[in-house]
Every structure is written in C-alpha cells, then in structure tokens.
C-alpha cells in the first residue's frame, strides 16, 4: 500500500529526514517512534505533501502511484489523511460545510455521485458518535474555540467521515488526558479494518497500549533505526531514549 | 501657499458642456463659464492621495440618452418595487413603481457640506445635474418590500451623473438594493446620493458595484441622521476599473447608530478605493465599520475611515476596522484609519490589518481532499463572511457570494 524507499527530505534547507525506508501493507499498524527532532512530524507532514518541506531524495508510492507527484488534496482522493498534531483553527468555515465539501470532492474525483443531505447528516450523526463530540462542535467553525481534547477529536472524527484507507495520526495523544486518550484511541480501534492501515507517530508509549500495534519503528535522526513488535515500544519506554542514542554513538564509534 | 500647476481645463470640458446642453437644452457658453474654476483632483491633493484621476480626466466624456431594448438584470434582484435608470436617465418601461414611496422630481441640492473634503467629482456631479429624483417617506411611513434602486452605465466613452435623494421623516422605515453596473466599453458614473435619515427611522442599504470595461465609478453619499435613527450601508464592490466611494456621515441627533460596511475584491489592475467620514457631533450615539478587502494579482486598494468625535459627542461608541487579504505578491493597499476625538469620555477603537491568506489553514483544508481554488473560496468567504452577515437584503447574498466566488475562480485559472 505505502512504500517509502531512501526518503531526504529537509526545511529551509535544514537535513531532517535522511534516508528512510518504511512499507506498509494493508490492515498493518505500524508506530512510529522517536525523541524531540528526529523527525517524526516531519514524516507525517511530507506524507500528507505539505511544501514547507522538500523532498530531496527518495520517493513514496502509495496505492501504486507516485505520492510525490500530488498535492495534498489528491492525495486524499487516494485515501490518505492526516490527523494534526496541532489542528488549524478556521473561524468562518464550518466543521459540517468544509466536510460535506471534502466528501463530494473526493466523490467526484472517483466519479461518484454526490453525498445526499440524508446519507451526510445520518453519517455525521453516527461518526461523531463514535468519538463522542458534540453536536454543537461539529457545526461550529472548524476547531474555533475547541479544547486540545476536542481538536484531537475532532481530527478522528473527520478522519471516520473521510474513511481514508491509511491514517497518520501525528502526535494524537500528546496534550492529551487519559479519558480523551481512550476515547480517541476507541475511535481509531473502531475504524482498524483489514483494508485500512495506520502510521501512529508518538512520543510516548502510553498510545500504544490502546491501540495496539503490529509493528513498532524507532526514528532516530531521520532514520529507522530500529524495528520490531510492540514489545519494542516497551523497552523504550523502560529504557528510555538514550539507550538508542548510546547505541547509535557505539556502531559509530 | 502650495503652488498649482495650471492647465488646460478648458479643452474636455467645453465638449461635456456641449453634450450636456444638447440634451438638457441649456446654453453651452454659460455652462461652459460655470465650468471654468472647475478642475480634477490630483495625488497631490490629500483626499486624493492614492487614487489617480489622470484617466478620467482625459476622456472625452459624452452624456447620452439612449435607453436599450433589455436589461438582463440578475433574478434575485426580485420582482419588488425598482426604479431603474440608464447611463443615469430614468426609465420608466424598466421600473415598477407599485408598492413605491412617493417619487418626485427634486432639485439639486447645494454642495455646502461638501466643503471639507476636497471633492471636485461631487461638485461636478452638482455642476451639471442629470434630471433628479427624490424617494420621500412620509412619518411613519413603512415600506416592506425591498426597494431597488438600479443603475446601467453602458456604451463607449459615456457619463453619467445621476442624483437621488431619499428622505426619511420620523418613524419611516426602508430598506434599499442598490445595483450599480457599468456594462459599456468606456463609462464614466460619477453618482450623488444623499439620505436624510428622520427621528427614529431606519434606512438600510447594500450597494452592489460591479464594472465591465473601462469603468469609471465615483459615487458620493451624504446622510445626515437626525435622533433616535438607524443608517446602515453595506457597499460590496465586485468588480471596476476604477471605483472611488465616498460616505460621508453626519450624525446629528442624540442616540442614533450608524453602519457602514465594505467588502472590496478587485483583480487584475483594478483600483477600489473607500474614504468614509462619520462625524459624531452629539452624544449617546454609535458608529460601527468594518471593511474587508480581498486584493488580486496587481489591484490597488486604499480604505481611509475618518471619525470625528465633536467635544460634545460624549458617551460615543466608534469601532472601525480594515482587514486585507492579498493574494498577489503585487498587490497594494494602503490602509489609514483616522480618529479625531475632541470629547473625553468616548468608547473609540480603530484597526488595520493586512497580511496574506494562511498557509496553514490552506493545508489543513487541501489535506481533506479540498482543491487549492476551493480552499481558497472557502477561506475567502470566511474572510468576507462578518461583513456578508450585516447585508440588509438576503435576496442579494447569494449573488454576492456567486461574484466572489467566480472573482476567485479566476485567479487560480490565471496561475
């Protein structure tokens, strides 16, 4: 599904990501691991095609085709979504409108019909639901005013609306308290099919215990350095960090 | 002293003076003498700063009487009252008169408060006057149906200089569209509109402009509110060459509030330019602005909002606000917000903002499967929305909403 061979990428010409190979398949969880700036984010961002960065090296295809040939918003048609670490606050533009009209896009682009007013709003009803947001937030502008907890809800529940075949969920735990970590970890169990795949980025191990993953990678400046089961993430989490950092500066030495 | 280049003044006008006498069958000679103080603004004029009247100044300008076959005018305009007017005639085949205040003839008013803005356009407009009307509602007179005041400036090297006055008495209540649109291949509406706003009355009114061609739009407003009374003006520039709006508010009576509102979008070189005065002269009253402005590849743009807080307008309320988007690395807007406070205990707040559409927000939108130019519509409706919110006549929302839209959808066909 995802194949990611020897990626660079950087930011106003600062080296972020270099040399990453990931691969994917259908249904698989895959964490992403890693300490502040190993480029983690980084990854999630240049997946979903934001320009900030530049892709230097590298290339990533996705359901067959050259990822980094689209713009963001075929990328989506193709089934890919990104949940924000820090979702944007976008007063005026209302949560249901914008996703009524992501929908039909994405629709119309597979050359389906549009969504009718019945099938969206039963859809809305039952996908917020499965994230327990309010009524009142789903049709307020997008994220104005929303708690940390709320945004990060509010990112699955679009995410449940868009039905994306892989989701990257960048930091969706962090700022969270255990309640809405559960909640939001419910969510994403909800939608984990044999078709669907997950990127999970995260800081911490806590995540993981609620969405469990298959595979567990460890980034370390702008590479996997290290992959294994679930088990992996235990063992960071225990030895923190630093065992990686040592590691590294022992093959290097 | 400043020092004045003379010019040659004489040339363009006695061929305006000749046009205008054909029709209105007055002596040419004398208007021609009436003209002969008569000069255009220029950038050295501070009113005039930043909007150049080079072009205007060097067209032959024509009055014409021509009325076309058929108007072509958007549905959602209705089917209320209107009166409809070309190249600033009336014209009664195309105006429906039913369920409409009393219409008479009025005669050009004098140009005496015009005196502090430096403003020979309006005295051009008052120099020679096209025939002129008056709306007049009587006390408490209420007008349900949405008036439709519309203007179609058409045909090659035309002018126009159309005058209306709406006078509201005590307790009248009426709301206006006014659609102005310039259709011809070089037009020139150089309009005078002035509002008398009674006791306790209210007037509503969205100006919708929009210009084809090589347009030329001047359009001054004068109101002057009395008492206890409600003035709201929403001016929604979609289109023109070259547009220049000047409100001027004159808040006379105790406890009244007053609106005024704008939303500019111009592409390509297209110059809009908003000056407005509110002067509170009393006390207990409000004044609210707020203008947004979407500016477009190399389109130039100037908001000027002055207030004056007179020394007894105590317990005022003025807010302002300018918000720019420019979505072209080579568009311009000068922004200058003026408050003049002379009272000491006022509620006064002017901003001024401009920057560029956020990335960020274009991202996030483009990441759920939006297009870049649907991103944007979205975002710019957002941006325009506070402002499409005070619109006093839904009926036209939906066509403003459509011009912006399209406006934008033109701008990513360009790139």
């Keep these: ?253 | 002293m400043e020092i004045v280049e003379s010019k040659n003044t004489l040339a363009p006008f006695s061929e305006l003076a000749k046009s205008y006498s054909q029709i209105n069958e007055v002596n040419a000679s004398s208007l021609i003498k009436k003209l002969g103080d008569f000069r255009f603004p220029t950038r050295r004029d501070e009113y005039w700063k930043y909007t150049p009247t080079r072009a205007v100044e060097k067209t032959n300008w024509q009055f014409s009487s021509d009325l076309p076959e058929e108007l072509n005018l958007p549905a959602s305009l209705g089917n209320g009252p209107r009166l409809v007017f070309i190249n600033g005639n009336y014209s009664e085949k195309f105006s429906s008169q039913e369920g409409l205040p009393k219409l008479s003839s009025a005669e050009g008013s004098s140009v005496d408060e015009l005196s502090s803005p430096f403003n020979p356009l309006a005295d051009l407009n008052q120099l020679l006057p096209q025939k002129t009307y008056k709306l007049h509602l009587m006390k408490n007179e209420v007008v349900d149906q949405v008036v439709s005041i519309v203007h179609i400036f058409q045909g090659e090297n035309i002018i126009s200089q159309p005058y209306m006055e709406v006078v509201l008495e005590e307790g009248a209540s009426l709301k206006l569209n006014e659609y102005h649109v310039h259709r011809g291949s070089s037009t020139f509406s150089n309009s005078f509109s002035r509002y008398q706003v009674g006791r306790n009355a209210e007037l509503g009114l969205d100006l919708i402009q929009e210009g084809k061609g090589e347009s030329f739009l001047h359009n001054q407003t004068i109101v002057n509110q009395d008492k206890d009374s409600r003035f709201t003006q929403n001016t929604f520039t979609l289109s023109g060459n070259w547009v220049r709006n000047n409100t001027i508010v004159n808040i006379n009576g105790k406890n009244s509030e007053a609106n005024l509102n704008g939303i500019y979008i111009p592409s390509e070189k297209e110059h809009v330019d908003n000056h407005t005065i509110i002067d509170h002269k009393v006390a207990h009253c409000e004044s609210n602005e707020l203008y947004r402005g979407v500016m477009m590849d190399k389109s130039t743009g100037v908001f000027n909002g002055k207030v004056f807080v007179r020394q007894d307008a105590q317990k005022t309320n003025a807010f302002q606000s300018n918000g720019n988007v420019l979505l072209s690395d080579f568009a311009t807007i000068n922004s200058k917000p003026e408050l003049e406070i002379y009272a000491d205990d006022v509620k006064c707040s002017h901003g001024s903002t401009t920057g560029q559409m956020d990335d960020e927000a274009l991202f996030y939108l483009m990441s759920r499967g939006i297009s870049e130019r649907n991103s944007r519509i979205l975002l710019v409706n957002a941006f325009a929305e506070d402002v499409l919110a005070e619109m006093v006549n839904d009926n036209l929302r939906g066509y403003v909403e459509k011009a912006i839209k399209e406006k934008l959808s033109g701008v990513s066909n360009g790139e």
């Excluded at chain 1, 990328?75 to 990104?82: D, I, K, N, T």
């Excluded at chain 1, 996703?99 to 019909?113: H, P, Q, V």
């Excluded at chain 1, 559960?182 to 669907?196: F, P, Y």
Aim: aromatic share 6%; charged share 30%; no cysteine.
């Design chain 1, 1 to 253: 599904m995802l194949n990611i061979t020897n990626l660079h990428a950087e930011i106003e010409g600062k080296k972020i990501i270099k040399g990453l190979d990931l691969e994917v398949k259908p249904g698989e969880v895959h964490a992403i691991m890693g300490p502040n700036g190993s480029g983690k984010s980084t990854l999630a961002s240049v997946l979903a095609g934001n320009e900030d960065f530049d892709v230097t090296d590298g290339s990533i295809t996705f359901q067959g085709k050259d990822l980094l040939e689209l713009g963001p918003d075929e990328r989506s048609h193709l089934g890919l979504f990104l949940a924000f670490q820090y979702p944007v606050e976008i007063p005026g533009v209302s949560n249901i409108n914008f996703l009524k009209a992501a929908i039909n896009e994405r629709r119309e682009a597979r050359g389906e019909e549009p969504i009718t007013a019945k099938e969206f709003l039963q859809m809305v009803k039952d996908k917020a639901s499965l994230v327990e947001l309010d009524n009142k937030l789903t049709n307020r502008s997008v994220n104005e005013g929303f708690s940390g907890g709320e945004k990060k809800r509010n990112e699955i529940f679009q995410m449940a609306m868009l039905e994306p075949t892989l989701g990257i969920l960048d930091e969706t735990d962090s700022g969270l308290d255990i309640d809405a970590l559960k909640i939001v970890a419910n969510g994403v169990n909800t939608l984990r099919s044999k078709e669907r795949s997950f990127i999970v980025v995260t800081h911490y191990q806590r995540l993981l215990d609620y969405i469990v993953p298959d595979f567990v990678h460890v980034l370390f400046d702008g590479k996997i350095v290290k992959s294994g089961d679930k088990s992996l993430a235990l063992e960071l989490e225990e030895k923190g960090y630093d065992w990686i950092k040592n590691e590294r500066e022992k093959v290097s030495a």
